[in-house]
């Protein structure tokens, strides 16, 4: 599918055979009530539907527009990645796969495909580059514990990027046995849009919940930017409601001015990666840079295509923060809320209060609370004294 000119598959032949079979099983689903209470059977498993309330010392402290914490770090596992591992591990079993794999960079996702992989008895290997499993060493011992197993990618820059080149190779010899969980909302058609597509309880929980709670939509909605997925999923139900502000925050390192961030919408080009066609982060010579971020799951030069289409139609606005912007927002959440996110969070958490301090009192903002922080505790014990 195209997301404007954004999206495609620009894959070797080998790939075209399983991308259609996953097409064609995906279009089977989408639209099928029997598939969506399948799905919602597993609701009490996942914790959903998710909670969503008011962070009323966030509000006073940016003394603007309400703040409002949608919950996703609460799901089982600790993040949304559950969201769509559930909804692909449910498809690859109807289409007769009894393997799966997938790459992690924070280790979320590894997490959550190890829980849905024995839930469903299914092999897993998790693919993580060198580098995320040092920085994120509680989730790969907890993937180890759910019975799976993790191969540690030492090529390149031993990070997200490398995991899924690893991930990609490992699938493309076992398409028959196998389905590769996608973490984000990248990839090739049909990936972005199955992603997308189950990420999207979240917007769809907020859209219902700010109307049950406050009679009306909210007018900015904030999530965090690696792939794309829970902005995607978070944007996606209101991108046709044009007074609901959709603002992505990336990953900005050490400034999107220096050679080390990963703000890939606001400091990339038009380029392909993994498959599709959006916006990367490359030289000149169309080789993709290397990137840098604080948070593992944010630290990717690439970006889900239908974000790439709504940066470039103005339906979204993306900004960054840098890695000390993001741990001042994860000290505010946490010193006044009580709530310890995810460092990718931390980012949209600092993000949305800059933006509820321009807008007015009795306007609403909901942040997309996409994880737990329990996993980045040990890197940021370093950085507290600073704070
Ligand atoms: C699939 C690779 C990304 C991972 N995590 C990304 C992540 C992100 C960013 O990923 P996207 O939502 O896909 O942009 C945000 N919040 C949390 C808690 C995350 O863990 C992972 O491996 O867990």
Partial sequence: ARFGEFGGQYVPESLMDCLSELEEG????????????EYRSYYPYMGRPGQLHL???LTDHAGGANIWLKREDLNHTGSHKINNALGQI???????KTEIIAETGAGQHGVATATVCAKFGMKCTIYMGGEDVRRQALNVFRI??????????????????????????AWVVK???THYIIGSAIGPHPFPTIVRTFQSVIGDETRAQMLEKRGKLPDAVVACVGGGSNAAGMFYPFSNDPSVKLLGIEAGGDGVDT???SATLSGGSIGVLHGVRTYVLQDRHGQISDTH????????????????????????????????QAFIGFRLISQLEGIIPALETAHAVYGAIELAKTMEKGQDVVICVSGRGDKDVQSVADELPKL
């Fill in 26 to 37: 995906f279009n089977k689903i989408k639209d099928d009530p029997a598939f969506w209470e």
């Fill in 55 to 57: 962070a009323q010392r």
């Fill in 90 to 96: 449910l498809l690859a079993r109807r289409l007769g």
């Fill in 144 to 169: 180890k514990l759910l019975g799976a197993d993790v191969v540690a990618v030492e090529a390149g820059s031993r990070t997200l990027r490398d995991a899924v080149n690893e991930a990609m190779r």
């Fill in 175 to 177: 398409l028959d046995t």
């Fill in 259 to 261: 050679a080390r961030h």
């Fill in 293 to 324: 971020s604080v948070s593992a799951g944010l630290d990717y030069p690439g970006v889900g295509p239908e974000l790439s289409s709504w940066k470039d139609n103005q339906r979204a606005k993306f900004v960054s923060a840098t890695d000390a």
